[in-house]
């Protein structure tokens, strides 16, 4: 069973800065993603990256997030800056192996709160 594990979440002022981090417990390969979910909405994508390094984002976080990898460490980090009040939400690192029509595997979760 594949575990991606999230972490660097947390609380931060309105312009300031986060990253997040997931560690798969297997080589990532695929797409790897962020997505999140704020309190009485449903889940949305943030950021997905390929294989080949092929990246898209939301238009709410384009120019302030960033996606990267580290394919020596099975992780994938979500680099936060100019963070706003409405990017609160849960984080959730999202893993399809096997390409787009492949199984989704999540995380846990973690959380980012940002005050105004």
């Known amino acids: 069973q594949v575990q991606l594990v999230e972490s660097g979440g947390g609380l931060v002022q309105a312009g300031g800065s986060l990253r997040l981090s997931c560690a798969a417990s297997?080589?990532?390969?695929?797409?790897m993603g962020w997505y999140r979910q704020a309190p009485g909405k449903q889940r949305e994508l943030v950021a997905t990256m390929t294989t080949g390094g092929s990246t898209n984002y939301a238009d709410s976080v384009k120019g302030r997030f960033t996606i990267s990898r580290d394919n020596a460490k099975n992780t994938v980090y979500l680099q936060m800056n100019s963070l706003k009040p409405e990017d609160t939400a849960v984080y959730y690192c999202?893993?399809?192996?096997?390409?787009?029509?492949?199984?989704?595997?999540w995380g846990q979760g973690t959380q980012v709160t940002v005050s105004s």
């Open positions: 999202n893993g399809k192996f096997g390409g787009s029509l492949s199984p989704d595997y």
């Open positions: 297997r080589r990532i390969v695929g797409i």
